[in-house]
C-alpha cells in the first residue's frame, strides 16, 4: 500500500538528542555555532533522506536563527521536519531544543531551514517521487 504525502511527511521526522561536553564548546563554556550547523545539517539529511529514500545533498540553508546560547553540560534535542517539497528538492527545519540535565525544562535555542537536492549517481538531480 502506498503512502499519502502527509503519512511520508510524518514518518520523516527525525530527532537527535546530544549532551553538549566541553569538546563542543568555545570560550564562553557555549555550543560552537559550526557545531551546531554540523548537527543541524546532519539530522536535516537524515530527515531528507527518510523522506525520499534517494540520495540527498545539502544545497543551501536559509536564515539560521541562534536565539539563545547553549550551555555546556545541557542537554540538546535536534528535530529536523519536512517543510516543504519540490519536484526535485525539499525544504527541512531544523530546530534545537536545550534542556537542562537535572531539571525539567525546555527552549528553543536554534531553528533554520535546509534545502536539499535528490541526485543519482552522477550527482544531477533527479525527482522526489516515483
Known sequence: MK???EEKIKNAETRIFKAVFPNTTNHY???FGGTALQLMD???????TRFTRKKMVTVSTNKID???PIPQGTLI???A???KVGNTSCS???DIFIEKMYEES?????SGIFTLVAIDDNKNPVQISD
Do not use: Q
Request: with cysteine; glycine share 0%; charged share 35%.
Open 42 to 48: 546532519e539530522v536535516s539529511f537524515i530527515c531528507a
Open 3 to 5: 503512502k499519502t504525502l
Open 29 to 31: 563554556d557555549t555550543l
Open 92 to 94: 527541512v527545519r531544523v
Open 77 to 79: 534535542e535536534l528535530v
Open 106 to 110: 525546555r527552549e528553543k535555542a536554534v
Open 81 to 83: 521536519n519536512i517543510e
Open 66 to 68: 541562534f536565539t539563545k
